[in-house]
């Protein structure tokens, strides 16, 4: 029987290869949008991904509870991706409340609509190895315990316990997914992966000089966004709900990410970044590096796709992109 999945966040870079996958597998996706003036340009990225015309578009916005309730009454999904939020750390010290309603209190209201219209579907959510913060392990597990360092990471950390509470409170097959950095030719613009390899396809083809990033001393594992969306669909085909680390088990400074994407296309990453105080945070994950033990165990889920080959995806997909313009 054809299952019917939900995502929120559909406009977004997981929303899109997530969509892909499920619809690849047959599932009638049903994706949530926010009602926009510029409707025009939303898509881009299920355009791209060849997937725009297949998919049931919802009018829904995570602080709208009354709304959630009624798509979900209507919709009856088998399975939820609550991929929605106020994704950027750096924005949410700018929009803390925002950050807090949408990112934290936005989970709680999709587990509510979920619990009174819907409680036999399946729930993913969408954590974050921000959770983690300022680190109390150098290798982040299921069991590190947590310490936020950005109202994302606070709110994040909300809705994943959240969603472990109504687990266990009320019986409902919850998981939530507690993904490291995961990239894609679909990063939004701002995140530091896409920023340089749109930044090495403009220089590369002449249209720019330099780059002004913050600290490139951080540390992420940064794996493939078409990898991690398998490790969300996975979870929720389990018998039993559960919380899964999502990474690679590998780490690289900014500074090194850098020096791939400019090398990808023969450059040094010396002669073309510079360093703006702007873009440094008023408080820094120093270090991520995930332990997919538990992934690879329970799910038999692996990353298919090395930081090296993911960031010279990215910057040949910008010289197209940039070429075209
Ligand atoms: P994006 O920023 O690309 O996408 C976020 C999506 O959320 C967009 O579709 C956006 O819609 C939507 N959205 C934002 N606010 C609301 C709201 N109030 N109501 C409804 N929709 C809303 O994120 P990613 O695809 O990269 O990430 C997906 C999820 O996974 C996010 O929750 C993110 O925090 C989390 N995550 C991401 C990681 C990563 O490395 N990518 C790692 C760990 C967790 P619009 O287009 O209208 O703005
Ligand atoms: P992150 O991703 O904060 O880890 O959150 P981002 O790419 O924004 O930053 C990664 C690291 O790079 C440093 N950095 C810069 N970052 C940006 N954006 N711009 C710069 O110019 C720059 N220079 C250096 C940052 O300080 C940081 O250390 C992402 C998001 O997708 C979250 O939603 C998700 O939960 C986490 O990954 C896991």
């Given at each position: 029987m054809t299952k019917t999945a939900l995502i929120t966040g559909i406009t977004g870079q997981d929303g899109a290869y997530l969509a892909k996958l499920l619809l690849e597998k047959g599932y009638t996706v049903h994706g949530m949008l926010r009602r926009s003036a510029?409707?025009?340009?939303?898509?881009d990225r299920l355009r791209w991904i060849g997937v725009y015309d297949d998919i049931q578009f919802e009018l829904g916005d995570l602080l709208d509870e009354g709304g959630l309730s009624r798509l979900m009454r209507r919709v009856q999904p088998d399975e939820i991706y609550n991929l929605a939020a106020q994704s950027f750390v750096g924005a949410s010290w700018d929009q803390p409340h925002l950050t807090g309603s949408a990112t934290g209190l936005g989970v709680t209201n999709m587990l509510e609509a979920l619990r009174m219209e819907c409680p036999q579907a399946r729930f993913y959510q969408a954590s974050s190895?921000?959770?983690?913060?300022?680190?109390?392990?150098p290798i982040q597990s299921e069991t590190t315990p947590f310490y936020p360092r950005s109202p994302y990471a606070v709110a994040k950390l909300y809705g994943h316990w959240m969603t472990v509470n109504y687990r266990e409170s009320f019986g409902l097959h919850a998981s939530a997914g507690i993904l490291f950095n995961h990239e894609s030719p679909l990063r939004g613009i701002e995140f530091v992966t896409r920023k340089v390899t749109d930044a090495v396809a403009a220089i590369k083809l002449g249209q720019q000089k330099t780059v002004e990033l913050g600290n490139l001393d951080a540390k992420r594992d940064w794996g493939h966004a078409r990898d991690y969306v398998e490790a969300m669909w996975l979870m929720l085909q389990q018998e039993t709900p559960d919380d899964y680390v999502v990474a690679t088990g590998k780490t690289w400074t900014v500074r090194e990410m850098c020096e791939t994407a400019f090398a990808s296309v023969g450059l040094n990453y010396q002669d073309h970044v510079t360093i703006n105080p702007k873009f440094l945070r008023p408080a820094e994950v120093d270090l991520l590096l995930g332990d997919p033990s538990k992934a690879k165990a329970k799910l038999g889920w692996e990353p298919k796709t090395t930081m090296q080959d993911m960031i010279a995806e990215m910057v040949e997909a910008d010289i197209v992109r940039r070429s075209r313009n």
């Open positions: 510029s409707a025009d340009v939303i898509g190895s921000e959770m983690y913060g300022l680190v109390q392990h």
